[in-house]
T-cell receptor
Framework: KQEVTQIPAALSVPEGENLVLNCSFT??????LQWFRQDPGKGLTSLLL?????REQTSGRLNASLDKSSGRSTLYIAASQPGDSATYLC?????????????FGAGTQVVVTP | DVKVTQSSRYLVKRTGEKVFLECVQD?????MFWYRQDPGLGLRLIYF???????EKGDIPEGYSVSREKKERFSLILESASTNQTSMYLC????????????FGNGTRLTVT
């Protein structure tokens, strides 16, 4: 069974600092990995999707890396802002699963203080 | 931008009632999904559909059924609501296959009393 772990569960940083969020998974046979953002009481917003053949993806201040062999992905958010405060979740799609199934991590709750 | 709309943000129902949660997407996506999200348990897949009238069970289908009569609409049905189905329900859609990101609606917070 695929286990997806996000550590730490919560993180607080001052505005302007870079954020580093970690996601680890036990089964390296993945199809792709996605990072999402969730604001309190809302749905998930897709941030970045990395296919298994890729090493990283970038969008603005966000950069996500993928190391399949070590079962890790890292989401970097440069120059954090209070508006980045949210919960960040990663999700993997395994090659051995029905394609519709994603395994989600529990998320990292981020607070960026002004 | 993809828009996934869930018909209710908050819903309160009584035990034993039949409950319908509706989801509509406007991007002509083949795939649609229903998840529930609970503190400490994270997101869990209930059902998904890869085409009209096609469905597949997720990890926790017990107590739920789904309907997809039109491509843009995916309904989750609680045949007889129970208190342990109190949860946040999230609908999502995506293009075919598994290479594209999921787009989520804003969720329906269901309380069963």
């Amino acid at each position: 069974k695929q286990e997806v772990t996000q550590i730490p569960a919560a993180l607080s940083v001052p505005e302007g600092e870079n954020l580093v969020l970690n996601c680890s998974f036990t089964d390296s046979a993945i199809y792709n990995l996605q990072w999402f953002r969730q604001d309190p009481g809302k749905g998930l917003t897709s941030l970045l999707l990395i296919q298994s053949s890729q090493r990283e993806q970038t969008s603005g201040r966000l950069n996500a890396s993928l190391d399949k062999s070590s079962g890790r992905s890292t989401l970097y958010i440069a120059a954090s802002q209070p508006g980045d405060s949210a919960t960040y979740l990663c999700a993997v799609r395994r090659t051995t699963d029905s394609w519709g199934k994603l395994q989600f991590g529990a998320g990292t709750q981020v607070v960026v203080t002004p | 931008d993809v828009k996934v709309t869930q018909s209710s943000r908050y819903l309160v129902k009584r035990t034993g009632e039949k409950v319908f949660l509706e989801c509509v997407q406007d991007m002509d996506h083949e795939n649609m999904f229903w998840y529930r999200q609970d503190p400490g348990l994270g997101l869990r897949l209930i059902y998904f559909s890869y085409d009209v009238k096609m469905k597949e069970k997720g990890d926790i289908p017990e107590g739920y059924s789904v309907s997809r009569e039109k491509k843009e609409r995916f309904s989750l049905i609680l045949e007889s609501a129970s208190t342990n189905q109190t949860s946040m329900y999230l609908c999502a859609s995506s293009p075919p296959q598994g290479r594209s990101p999921l787009h989520f609606g804003n969720g329906t917070r269901l309380t069963v009393t």
